[in-house]
């Protein structure tokens, strides 16, 4: 796939099959739009092409850190687009001139004069524009008056709801992580570098890594415990992790801590992947570290058997 951030330089193909929107998470049926273009192409010798923004839409729009989260950042996307056998992936940088571009200025000077658009390929209710003032009825005029073709993908259905990022959203942040990797079709990811924490997990006999996310605008899952796999490198280990404020330690801070199983690595300022799939409980406070010990040998062994379950399905 080849990843184009400046559209001046895009040479149009022939026959360019394309699709647009921000994608945020990838999810089964952004996979669905994005599989069509792909199969498309090859059906009719083109070449599949998707228009997204960065930084995502609303936080230029609103300008306001908390209106948002996303479920994937910019280089996420990309490795998931890449994954998915898209021809193009072009990143248009979303700024106050391009918010204010009308839905028919968007379609005649971008995917008609810039890209060559042959066949344009939208999901359920798609809207584009400045205000997304463009439904799939002006795409249909648009494309009458500028000759290209139109398809629309029916709404993608799992267990009779629409799939959405912001259902996935509002999963995560309830911690049903079920949902959201149902959704997803996949396990819900965050990657952050390993940072020095207070080191009190070695002593009780559980040490952990902790975790800095590498974007701040990245989703984070409810506070509480889960059973996790763990990237390291190239190879895959099990563990638990905490999301919280640890309230058993005394002016402990809100951290991401994970304990890997059958690991002993000194990697501070290394880069771990979690793979979150299953919350296990709250966060609890106990009368004690030793309590707080009994504890997690308990969350190990659940950690262990969802993990082993997880791995024969």
Do not use: C
């Amino acid at each position: 796939m080849q990843v184009v951030t400046n559209l001046d330089l895009f040479i149009k193909p022939e026959n360019a099959i394309v699709t647009q929107g921000t994608f945020d998470g990838v999810h089964a049926g952004h996979r669905q739009i994005l599989g069509n273009i792909v199969q498309l192409a090859k059906q009719q010798n083109g070449k599949s092409i998707l228009v997204t923004f960065n930084p995502h839409p609303r936080k230029v729009l609103f300008d306001d850190e908390s209106t948002i989260k996303l479920l994937s950042t910019l280089k996420e996307k990309v490795a998931l687009f890449t994954e998915i056998g898209l021809d193009y992936l072009i990143i248009l940088p979303f700024d106050e001139t391009l918010s204010k571009m009308s839905a028919v200025n968007f379609v005649r000077d971008i995917l008609v004069e810039k890209i060559g658009v042959q066949t344009m390929v939208v999901g359920h209710d798609h809207r584009f524009g400045r205000n997304r003032e463009g439904s799939f009825d002006d795409l249909k005029e648009y494309a009458d008056i500028y000759g290209f073709e139109v398809k629309e993908i029916a709404a993608h259905d799992i267990n009779e709801a629409v799939v959405s990022s912001t259902k996935i959203r509002t999963s995560l942040r309830n911690g049903d992580i079920a949902t959201a990797s149902l959704f997803l079709d996949r396990n819900y990811s965050i990657t952050g570098k390993v940072v020095h924490g207070k080191k009190l997990g070695k002593e009780i006999g559980y040490p952990t890594a902790n975790i800095e996310v590498d974007d701040i605008d990245k989703l984070i899952p409810a506070n509480g415990i889960y059973a996790v796999n763990v990237q390291y490198l190239d190879t895959i280990y099990d563990g638990m992790l905490s999301i919280g404020n640890n309230p058993t330690i005394e002016n402990a801070k809100w951290s991401i801590e994970v304990n890997i199983f059958e690991f002993n690595k000194t990697i501070y300022g290394d880069e771990l992947t979690i793979y979150f799939i299953a919350r296990m409980r709250d966060e609890v406070k106990f009368n004690d570290l030793n309590d707080l010990k009994l504890q997690l040998k308990t969350d190990e062994s659940e950690a262990r058997g969802i993990l082993r379950k997880n791995e024969i399905n």
